[in-house]
């Protein structure tokens, strides 16, 4: 009964690495997004993608780039880490017809000194 | 654009205290709103929902009325425990804008025995 699946957990870079979030859904689902968190923010869409093959820029895009490897797999790549994407970052999942719930994964902490 | 206010935390009860979060939003048209509840170390879980006007959404003794007049949601629950101890979100989905959800700044409530 996995669900979301996100990998890393936690996970610290130096500024200017890069590294890809790993997510996957079990569900069946069409729909995919990547969220990252912040204190006193709440959750801030980056991308997402509505369909295998197709993605689409959230309100905060910029320095991501994302993949939709296939109906089960959404990655999220920072080419360059800066300190300002030290955040906690969620991939959610869900139907397409519409009030259809989002189910999140656990979340990966990421830490850029 | 599409945004939501929720009043920020934390708010600290005693077991069996009344709970109140109030959640209010800007969105043109009719959006679905939803509450989500995050635990420690854990991704978002909805809650509830409500996706027309004068709806009340209601889970695990946790309600919530759709007020189209007052374009709010606020969260209710008539005694709290120990266990509901956890970040509180309120969120809207855009009418026919498929699932995406746009979040309020999350509300920690604590809930001392």
């Known amino acids: 009964n996995a669900g979301v699946t996100q990998t890393p957990k936690f996970q610290v870079l130096k500024t200017g690495q890069s590294m890809t979030l790993q997510c996957a859904q079990d569900m069946n689902h069409n729909s995919m997004y990547w969220y990252r968190q912040d204190p006193g923010m709440g959750l801030r869409l980056i991308y997402y993608s509505a369909s295998e093959g197709t993605t689409d820029k959230g309100e905060v895009p910029n320095g991501y780039n994302v993949s939709r490897l296939n109906k089960r797999e959404f990655s999220l790549r920072l080419e360059s880490a800066a300190p300002s994407q030290t955040s906690v970052y969620f991939c959610?999942?869900?139907?397409?017809?519409?009030?259809?719930?989002?189910?999140f994964g656990d979340g990966t902490r990421l830490s850029i000194l | 654009g599409d945004s939501v206010t929720q009043m920020e935390g934390p708010v600290t009860l005693s077991e069996e205290a009344f709970l109140t979060i109030n959640c209010t939003y800007t969105?043109?048209?009719?959006?679905?709103l939803f509450w989500y509840v995050q635990y420690p170390g854990e991704g978002l879980q909805l809650l509830l929902k409500?996706?027309?006007?004068?709806d009340k959404g209601s889970n695990k003794g946790f309600e919530a009325t759709y007020r189209k007049e007052t374009t709010s949601f606020h969260l209710e629950k008539g005694s709290v425990q120990v266990s509901d101890s956890a970040v509180y979100f309120c969120a809207l989905s855009p009418q026919a804008a498929g699932n995406k959800l746009t979040f309020g700044g999350g509300t920690r409530v604590l809930v001392k025995p």
């Open positions: 959610a999942s869900s139907g397409n017809r519409d009030n259809q719930p989002q189910h």
């Open positions: 409500a996706t027309k006007a004068d």
């Open positions: 969105a043109t048209g009719y959006p679905s």
